[in-house]
């Protein structure tokens, strides 16, 4: 009998080993209530956290987003561990109703699911959202480290620059520390519970509002702005269309002259596409004179408009810059620009095409015409 139990005893300690056993089968399912999550990065995985009021009807709009693994409503922001429902819902905790949301980056941005967020709430109501007053229902981004931060209070800057709301825009942007899901009946409850959730959303006066904001159809494309409609030609039909300048320059990650380019000092009103796509870059209210000689930024004309890769040519480490969807060479990017940003895009002219602001209607970039008034 002993023998059998060392026999047995060995094979589980084998099996451990091998990873087979593991403590996470001992775990309760996720969506119990009580359990603390926490932003995971397996297999390449990101995490978002937004909070929008009521966690029933702002679970949708993101689980069906091509690219989102799975959305949790939960709880955040408060002081006390493993809260209930009942202790959130009387406003004593100091936690908001919120979502978590996991995502592959490489299918959908993290800026994509900002505009998402922000087709879903009313900005600009401090006290809580639609039908629910109180801290606990306010709408909040939970930035999970810099680069979120960066582009969360990037988005919130352009939604206010835009004109859209004659009010404040009050969500704020807040650290996140520890994510508690709600009991397993709040999960999916708009799939549990359909006529209930529709008769509690229309209630709400969410979706009226919504419309009334952004139109018939609040919710944005899943497909990242732009997806489809810039792309980059073939390398035939570029060496037609540019010069040998701009070829050298976007395809090659050439480098034009210092102060003989076209926007080294161009100071008139507009934005900046990329010549090879036409896919909006820059911005004339970010552009500075930086005393390089070429056209330089402070800041993207939205957080996903462009790509950085490390660049360890010329025996140094710098930033290079690329435009997202035709993956042209731009410049790089420096740490010694003004504020806001500290940052310093640094562009060459022959990457790049003017839209002076009274052409941006004409030439289908009227959605940038509100950057200038």
């Known amino acids: 009998m002993i023998e059998t139990i060392k026999i047995i005893m060995t094979i589980i300690a084998m099996f451990t080993f091998l990873g087979l056993i593991t403590s996470d089968s001992m775990n309760p399912p996720e969506g119990s209530a009580g359990q603390a999550g926490q932003?995971?990065?397996?297999?390449?995985l990101e995490t978002a956290t937004f909070a929008g009021g009521c966690f029933w009807c702002m679970?949708?709009?993101f689980e069906k987003l091509d690219?989102?693994?799975?959305v949790v409503a939960g709880y955040t922001g408060g002081q006390v561990a493993n809260p209930t429902y009942e202790q959130v819902s009387s406003g004593k905790t100091g936690h908001v109703e919120a979502i978590q949301v996991t995502f592959k980056p490489e299918k959908i941005s993290y800026s994509k699911l900002l505009d998402v967020f922000w087709h879903q709430i009313d900005p600009t109501d401090a006290g809580?959202?639609?039908?629910?007053?109180?801290?606990?229902?306010?709408?909040?981004?939970?930035?999970q480290n810099e680069e979120q931060k960066r582009m969360a209070e990037a988005s919130k800057e352009t939604l206010e620059k835009s004109g859209r709301f004659d009010q404040p825009i009050v969500t704020e942007i807040i650290k996140f520390d520890v994510f508690y899901p709600?009991?397993?009946?709040?999960?999916?409850?708009?799939?549990?519970?359909?006529?209930?959730?529709?008769?509690?959303?229309?209630?709400?006066?969410r979706d009226q509002y919504l419309e009334k904001v952004w139109g018939k159809d609040p919710d944005p494309e899943p497909a990242d702005p732009g997806s489809g409609k810039y792309s980059r030609p073939s390398d035939d039909e570029l060496k037609k269309r540019l010069t040998p300048l701009e070829y050298s320059v976007t395809q090659d990650k050439g480098t034009e002259p210092a102060f003989h380019n076209p926007y080294?000092?161009?100071k008139k009103e507009g934005i900046y596409v990329d010549i090879v796509s036409g896919e909006p870059l820059f911005s004339s209210t970010d552009k500075f004179d930086s005393g390089t000689g070429w056209p330089s930024f402070t800041k993207p004309i939205s957080p996903d408009a462009v790509v950085e890769k490390p660049d360890r040519s010329l025996f140094m480490t710098r930033t290079e810059i690329r435009s997202r969807y035709a993956d042209s060479h731009l410049g790089h990017v420096f740490d010694d620009g003004p504020p806001p940003t500290g940052l310093r895009y640094c562009m060459n002219s022959a990457?790049?095409?003017?839209?002076?602001k009274e052409d941006l209607e004409k030439e289908g970039y009227g959605d940038y015409a509100a950057l200038f008034k």
């Open 67 to 70: 690219g989102v693994v799975k």
């Open 264 to 266: 080294w000092d161009n």
């Open 59 to 61: 679970e949708a709009p």
């Open 128 to 143: 809580g959202s639609f039908v629910d007053w109180g801290l606990q229902y306010r709408s909040v981004i939970f930035y």
């Open 182 to 205: 709600a009991e397993e009946y709040h999960q999916d409850y708009y799939k549990k519970n359909p006529i209930r959730y529709k008769f509690y959303r229309y209630r709400s006066g």
């Open 39 to 44: 932003p995971g990065d397996a297999a390449g």
């Open 351 to 356: 990457a790049l095409r003017f839209v002076a």
